[in-house]
């Protein structure tokens, strides 16, 4: 089976993909089996490639189900916890802006009344 690529795998539909993982797995084990049984050494460098192609599939197939996840969850307050941002801890846990911005009642109070003062500076 010739090498595998990623962008001809995420045209494939899902059970494509498995039907493919499924060929790739049983031709890797053919090629255990000659490896044991001492074959030919062209055919054992091929292990390595298969081996590859496997992960490739592998991880379009993870890709694909991670995004059409994403996709759902779209919108909605809540989201799983492997779909959400990772950033930072700290960064999860400060406060939103308007926490930020919120005042009491009576610092909103006292603004009003006593404002910042403006003074002029005389320039030289």
């Known amino acids: 089976m010739p090498k595998v690529k990623a962008h001809e795998l995420r045209s494939k539909q ?8 499924d060929q790739l797995k049983t031709e890797l084990a053919s090629l255990r089996v000659q490896q044991v049984t ?4 062209q055919k054992l460098a091929k292990i390595k490639e298969i ?4 992960a490739r599939v592998n991880t379009v197939i993870s890709q694909t189900q991670k995004h059409n996840l994403r996709m759902h969850y779209q919108g909605n307050k809540y989201k ?5 941002t990772k950033k930072t801890r700290a960064i ?3 406060l939103t802006k308007r926490q930020l911005a919120a005042r009491t009642q009576r610092a909103k ?10 003074y002029a ?4």
């Not at 899902?14 to 993982?21: F, V």
């Not at 009003?112 to 403006?118: E, G, H, K, L």
């Not at 500076?121 to 030289?124: A, F, V």
């Open 80 to 84: 799983p916890l492997d779909l959400r």
């Open 51 to 54: 081996r590859k192609s496997i």
């Open 14 to 21: 899902k059970s494509e993909l498995l039907e493919q993982l």
């Open 92 to 94: 999860r846990q400060r």
């Open 109 to 118: 109070k006292r603004r009003q009344y006593y404002p910042q003062r403006v």
């Open 38 to 41: 001492g074959g030919n050494p």
């Open 121 to 124: 500076i005389k320039s030289s």
